[in-house]
């Protein structure tokens, strides 16, 4: 019988087997052992040593090194494939172990997993949103990151600089050709346009472009082609147009026939030559749903749109040279323009030019909703932070528990590695789940994200794409290695006789020193995170609180589109045209102003965050009028209802009555600022204004009311005035209809649609819109960082708080014999719940120290992306600190409350 | 010579009786086969290796009779299984062999 040998010893061999040279050694120990073995037997048998040796050898197989070889090389595949079975079969064995373990406990386990999916979930979804607005570029460009858009810097005299991406097609023309950085230009524009007609009619969103723009972008059609040269020609553009993948689908079910055939934009028809693919929308996020080339659209800003430095509608971008960085390009550019620039307006003679990457703004600085996605990825690790430091709070909290388990099991025998192993695959089962959970919750605030907070982009993959899994699954890797870790680092100091010998009076030492410090950390990490949110909403709040000059909530802006002016239109023919559809809109507005619901409706020409108009203007009796920041003198055409539909203030004289109008006595209405600076002591009422052309008798002030916005949330001051609608002149653009409701403004868009189409179904397409669709985006980023970290803070405050509860409730248990000990000697329940909500609290106001130094320190930052809200402001501070200092009350109340049941006499009994 | 394949079956057999090592098996195996089958050591181990790495064996290292240190191989529940199935079948296909080339 062979010995056996043991247990301890067996297992150093199988460590040592794990190298191929031990396992080929020991290899020719069984070889050698089987030829001596056989010398043995046949010496026994009689044979010489040497004729015995000689068979043994023979036996082997010949020839023996040959033999031996093959036998290292199989004995290295079996140690490595036993190996690998063994080492699955071990890892299946433990996790088998710790989800046993984890059921045991369901309460606790599943507490854990719903933090780690909220932590998990929160951070895939940031990342989503963060990925598209940071990490990728535009879908089906090439490289994005080499791509770059042009920007113009201008120094007018005696003004403020400003920068625009607006440029002329000469721009891009002439220093284009002069420039060597870039490998290939294109250019393009965005507008709004109808498709189809009358009741079917759609807004659309057209891309205007030069041929090159899409070989620039490295772009492949899915269906057909994009333009090329011949389509674009300046003389004779075709009227052809390239569908979006989107349009495709919606319109035409992805018909793969669908080239050739008509498609009706705006008022002509154009043929379809090409399908953009999935996700292509130029060089911007927002979507796209046409491709039109841009000498189209060129046409109909005169017939000097190529060479008029003026003519300023269009952005430019370019794909620069290898090697070529943004300083070389931005310089090369500004040279080329100096050269190429043949106009007259001095102060773009002498602008500098620059290149800036495609997520740029239109000042070529960086769009706030990416400063913004990237702290709310800041924002997501942190939650996941509390989440972790909370999880690992109750990891301490259990091993601690199993203490005396641990010890045993390492006296007998259980190798440390071994019990780290069970951890980390502990920590690793937990973050998994939590993460296969954390998919719903991550799922449900991309949503919000998208839907609620930045809809103008579009999102062209799915909340849960393969990026994002991809990051669940780090995010899951990582969290479950930390919290795995954690315990571990306990376990390393524990002793069998230390263990067996501790009891529930233990307290203090190093132990709660770790928990006290996450539960501090914690606390600190929420507070910070309410802090931002604070902050934003402040922003929030004291953006809402501009005033606008209107009240855009109840308002509706209602344009008709008819068939445009050609170019050979005689002006006498315009200007009846213009003349019909006044009259037009006029028996639209008796006819709207008498539909349920509406309480004013007027028109206007020239409409808040619309379109904008100057004329010339003289005020005699002033010598000249100044020229404010802001532009202008803005000219506003308007009926008599305006003001009190748009929710404009009166400041002084009367509005225009219908009295008011073509051929009566010509009269104005100026704003606040104009009266102040052109007649700052008198007063403007009686005044008058010599509008369009000096042959125009003088117009009369007879009001003058407040301020409104042109188009921004904060702007330059600028002059405003009004006249009545038949009054104006050289102004013939369409009035817009303005309806004030009574209700909700979404619910008279039909209504107002009905009639206008009823009296000219022949229309082409009828544009209600919502003022306040004018207005909302440019909130949205503060409401995107107010939204988030709002989010973020409530959860993290939940987690924080329940860490707290559950460190005071073990606080009482620890401390239950020195309890018992106190009231025992006389103290009272009132000192007692102080003395454990003294526990709780203190934590957490350590936690508000640490959690003030990084909001102060953090708050750096994060002030530019805020509005007129200091990163200090005290208010902000005093409130989050007042409502982290309840939950942490109301989190330690619950132990207090359960302390005073504590049974004394068998509290003193049990040590 | 002994068949390919055969050899595993005919080794766990041997280990049926408790575990040996490789000598003791060749020894069994010409014992029993009344010397027809001579074992040859390289085919021997690799059949060792093989039946190892399948699980149907374990092995230790032990002292033989002659104070030698060598590697004992034992029969695990898997290989008593595979022995059980792959055994009653070669022994039938054996015996229909037989039938078939002694007419």
Not at chain 1, 110 to 118: D, E, Y
Not at chain 1, 227 to 239: G, L
Not at chain 1, 475 to 504: D, E, H, M, N
Not at chain 2, 11 to 37: D, N, Y
């Amino acid at each position: 019988m062979p010995y056996e040998i043991r247990a301890g010893v067996r297992r150093l061999f199988r460590l040592a087997i794990r190298r191929p040279e031990l396992a080929h050694a020991e290899m020719d120990e069984e070889l050698r052992s089987y030829v001596e073995e056989r010398v043995d037997y046949l010496v026994a048998r009689g044979w010489t040593p040497d004729a015995a040796r000689a068979d043994a050898l023979r036996r082997l197989g010949a020839p023996v090194s040959q033999v031996r070889e093959r036998l290292h090389q199989s004995v290295q595949r079996r140690e490595a494939r036993m190996d690998l079975r063994e080492r699955i079969h071990d890892v299946l064995h433990d996790v088998r172990l710790v989800a046993r373990g984890l059921r045991r406990e369901p309460i606790v386990s599943g507490f854990t997993i719903v933090l780690l999916a909220l932590g998990i979930g929160a951070n895939a979804a940031m990342f989503g949103v963060a990925d598209r607005l940071l990490l990728r570029g535009p879908d089906g460009v090439r490289d994005a990151n080499r791509v770059v858009r042009w920007f113009q810097t201008e120094r007018p005299a005696g003004r403020p600089e400003f920068t625009t991406s607006a440029l002329g097609y000469v721009s891009y023309e002439t220093v284009g050709r002069l420039t060597r950085s870039f490998t290939a230009l294109g250019a393009y524009a965005i507008r709004d346009a109808t498709t189809g007609r009358g009741e079917e009619a759609r807004k659309a969103r057209v891309g205007y472009t030069t041929a090159d723009f899409f070989s620039m972008l490295m772009v492949r059609p899915a269906v057909g082609r994009f333009f090329d040269a011949e389509d674009d020609s300046p003389i004779a553009p075709r009227r052809v147009v390239v569908l979006s993948y989107g349009v495709w689908q919606r319109a035409f079910g992805g018909d793969p026939t669908v080239l050739g055939r008509a498609f009706i934009v705006g008022d002509e028809t154009f043929t379809i030559v090409g399908v953009a693919p999935k996700g292509f929308n130029g060089v911007d996020l927002e979507r796209v749903d046409l491709w039109i080339p841009m000498s189209i659209t060129g046409m109909m800003r005169g017939p000097q749109w190529r060479t008029a430095w003026y003519v300023t509608w269009l952005r430019v971008v370019g794909r620069l040279s290898p090697g070529v960085t943004l300083e070389q390009a931005s310089a090369d550019l500004t040279a080329a323009h100096r050269r190429a620039y043949s106009g007259e307006d001095q102060a773009v003679a002498r602008a500098d030019l620059f290149v800036a990457p495609l997520s740029s703004n239109g000042e070529g600085r960086e769009l706030r909703e990416r400063a913004v996605a990237r702290w709310l990825l800041g924002v997501a690790a942190v939650v996941l932070l509390i989440a972790c430091a909370n999880v690992a709070n109750l990891g301490l909290a259990r091993a601690l528990r199993r203490q005396r388990e641990v010890a045993v099991r390492l006296a007998l025998g259980a190798g440390r590695g071994r019990l780290a192993r069970l951890f980390l695959v502990e920590g690793l089962l937990l973050s998994i789940a939590g993460a296969v959970a954390g998919l719903a919750v991550a799922w449900f605030i991309a949503q919000l994200t998208r839907r609620v907070l930045l809809p103008d982009i579009e999102w062209t993959s799915s909340p849960l794409d393969v990026r994002v899994l991809a990051m669940s699954a780090l995010c899951a890797v990582v969290t479950g290695l930390v919290i795995g870790l954690v315990p571990l680092i306990r376990v390393r100091s524990l002793t069998l006789v230390g263990a067996l010998k501790s009891g529930r009076g233990e307290g203090g030492g190093r132990r709660s020193h770790a928990r006290a410090g996450l539960t501090v950390a914690q606390a600190g990490l929420s507070f910070a995170l309410l802090i931002g949110a604070g902050l934003f909403v402040r922003s929030l709040s004291n953006i809402r609180a501009i005033d606008l000059g209107f009240e855009p909530d109840r308002v509706l802006a209602a344009s008709v589109v008819w068939p445009g002016p050609s170019m050979t239109t005689p002006p006498e023919v315009r200007q009846r045209e213009a003349a019909q559809r006044n009259a037009f809109m006029r028996q639209v507005l008796e006819r709207v102003r008498q539909l349920p619901g509406v309480e004013h409706a007027s028109l206007s020409i020239g409409v808040p965050y619309g379109d904008g108009f100057g004329v010339r203007v003289r005020a005699p009796g002033v010598d000249s009028i100044p020229r404010l920041k802001g532009g202008g003198p803005y000219i506003r055409v308007i009926t008599g209802d305006y003001f009190a539909t748009m929710g404009t203030r009166l400041v002084r004289g009367r509005s225009f009555t219908d009295q008011d109008r073509g051929g009566s006595e010509r009269v104005a209405i100026v704003s606040e600022t104009m009266a102040t600076t052109l007649w700052p002591n008198d007063g403007a009422v009686g005044r008058c204004l010599i509008i369009g052309v000096d042959s125009m008798p003088c117009a009369r002030i007879v009001g003058v009311v407040a301020d409104t916005r042109r188009g921004q949330l904060r702007e330059d001051a600028a002059m405003q005035y009004y006249v009545p609608l038949g009054q104006e002149v050289r102004v013939s653009a369409r009035p817009v209809l303005l309806v004030r409701s009574a209700g909700d403004p979404s619910a008279l868009v039909g209504p107002v649609r009905r009639v206008m189409l009823g009296m000219d179904p022949a229309l082409a397409y009828v544009d209600a819109q919502l003022m306040r669709e004018f207005v909302d985006p440019q909130l949205r980023s503060w409401q995107l960082g107010a939204a988030v970290f709002g989010l973020f803070g409530m959860l993290a405050l939940l987690v924080a708080g329940s860490g707290l509860y559950s460190v005071v409730a073990y606080f009482v248990v620890q401390r239950t014999h020195e309890i018992a000990v106190r009231v025992a000697l006389g103290a009272s329940a009132r000192r007692v719940a102080m003395l454990i909500l003294g526990n709780g609290v203190g934590l957490t106001l350590a936690g508000l120290a640490i959690g003030t130094v990084i909001a102060l320190v953090a708050g750096r930052f994060v002030e530019p992306l805020l509005f007129e809200t200091s990163a200090r402001d005290p208010v902000v501070f005093g409130v989050v600190a007042a409502l982290l200092l309840c939950a942490a009350t109301l989190a330690s109340i619950v132990p207090t409350v359960r302390a005073r049941h504590v049974d004394v006499m068998e509290a003193l009994r049990e040590e | 010579m002994i068949l390919k394949g055969t050899l595993d079956i005919v080794v766990l057999k041997a280990l049926t009786l408790g575990p040996m090592h490789p000598f003791e098996i060749t020894c069994w195996i010409e014992e029993r086969s009344a010397g027809q089958l001579e074992v040859e050591g390289g085919a021997l181990f690799q059949a060792m290796v093989r039946l190892e790495e399948r699980g149907f064996v374990t092995a230790d290292w032990g002292v033989t009779a002659n104070n030698r240190r060598a590697r004992y191989y034992r029969l695990t529940p898997a290989g008593r299984a595979y022995l059980r199935a792959e055994g009653t079948q070669l022994a039938r296909y054996a015996e229909a062999l037989t039938s078939i080339l002694t007419t």
